[in-house]
């Protein structure tokens, strides 16, 4: 089944204890991003990959960090996690990132920072 | 730059009641519009898109979309809702040229009331 997996699905952590949310799809699809999804904001993107070793910011990268090793893999990194980043967070993937794409997206993480 | 506007946070529907979700957008730009539905404690899901030709496009779920350049509205329209239709759903836009630099509406929380 082609899928994009997310984990964990759920995750509470203290403030400034690193964490990793990793996210793999099994399209072989070019293109990964990041998102946090916040009430009344809708989604925001974090990062972007538009290939392997190829990673850009979004609209809201402060706080995070991401790497592309595998064309599968785009896992999320938080060094030092503070409250106001608590959110849901989405990975996403497309085929080549070309604005007519369809995003196909992981069920989400929903981080609580205390 | 690229935006969307969703006005309606959330809209209440019996079922078998027709239903327009609302969506504005701003570029100067051509654009491709998408609209996405995110059911309860899932990931979001393609549920049609825009990308040229007829205006009018549909869903194998009964949803239709028009495009409107002269308004810039993509307003997402279904004749009788049911209650599988409750979900969240968000409007999203990409410019052409370029990568996939997708803008997303804040959502409209559609509730069908039995």
């Known amino acids: 089944e082609a899928q994009v997996t997310q984990n964990p699905r759920y995750l509470i952590t203290v403030t400034g204890k690193k964490l990793t949310v990793t996210c793999s799809q099994n399209?072989?699809?070019?293109?990964m991003s990041w998102y946090r999804q916040d009430p009344g904001l809708g989604l925001r993107q974090i990062y972007y990959?538009?290939?392997?070793?190829?990673?850009d910011k979004g609209d809201v990268p402060e706080g995070y960090k991401v790497s592309r090793k595998e064309k599968r893999n785009f896992p999320l990194i938080l060094e030092s996690p503070s409250p106001n980043q608590t959110s849901l967070y989405f990975c996403a993937s497309s085929l080549q990132g070309a604005p007519t794409d369809t995003q196909y997206f992981g069920p989400g993480t929903r981080l609580t920072v205390l | 730059a690229q935006s969307v506007t969703q006005l309606d946070s959330q809209v209440p529907v019996f079922e078998e009641a027709p239903v327009e979700l609302r969506c504005n957008y701003s570029?100067?730009?051509?654009?491709?519009l998408f609209w996405y539905v995110q059911y309860p404690n899932q990931g979001l899901q393609l549920l049609l898109k825009?990308?040229?030709?007829?205006?009018l496009v549909e869903s194998i779920n009964g949803f239709e979309a028009e495009f409107n350049k002269s308004q810039t509205s993509f307003h997402l329209r279904k004749p009788s809702v049911h209650i599988s239709d409750t979900a969240e759903y968000f409007c999203a836009v990409t410019q052409a040229g370029g990568y996939q630099k997708v803008t997303f509406g804040t959502g409209t929380k559609l509730q069908v009331i039995p």
């Open positions: 570029s100067s730009v051509s654009v491709y």
């Open positions: 990959s538009m290939n392997v070793e190829v990673t």
């Open positions: 399209m072989n699809h070019e293109y």
């Open positions: 825009y990308l040229s030709g007829s205006t």
